[in-house]
């Protein structure tokens, strides 16, 4: 089992920037990929960002490709995602994923079989 754990939600006005974490612990050594997904209300849960665990690849959906980046501290088994020019449609609750299998990039809700609790990001003025 892995277990995973989100930090650094919070509220910041449009135009603003906030970094996730998320640290992973249990049979880490598994792990393939790790992906950051978000669910806004009455909405599905939705790809944001994906890294591969080994060698560092990394994809994003195109709604955040140029504003988000993910990243990785080996050593703390951590995955980041920084945000920077957040907008109002960023709001959602954030969560991250890891997974075992080997496909890339996993950009699925369904690829993953480990996920955090969630983390509540608020973009508003």
């Known amino acids: 089992q892995v277990q995973m754990v989100e930090f650094g939600g919070g509220l910041v006005q449009p135009g603003g920037s906030l970094r996730l974490s998320c640290a992973a612990s249990?049979?880490?050594?598994?792990?393939?990929?790790m992906g950051w997904f978000r669910q806004a209300p009455g909405k599905e849960r939705e790809f944001v960002a994906a890294?591969?665990?080994?060698?560092?690849?990394?994809y994003y959906a195109d709604s955040v490709k140029g504003r988000f980046t993910i990243s990785r501290d080996n050593a703390k088994i951590t995955v980041y995602l920084q945000m920077n020019s957040l907008k109002p449609e960023d709001t959602a609750v954030y969560y991250c994923?890891?997974?075992?299998?080997?496909?890339?990039?996993?950009?699925?809700?369904?690829?993953?079989?480990?996920w955090g609790q969630g983390t509540q990001v608020t973009v508003s003025s």
């Open positions: 249990g049979r880490t050594l598994s792990i393939y990929g």
């Open positions: 994923a890891a997974d075992q299998g080997t496909t890339w990039p996993k950009t699925g809700v369904y690829e993953y079989r480990y």
């Open positions: 890294l591969s665990w080994r060698g560092g690849s990394t």
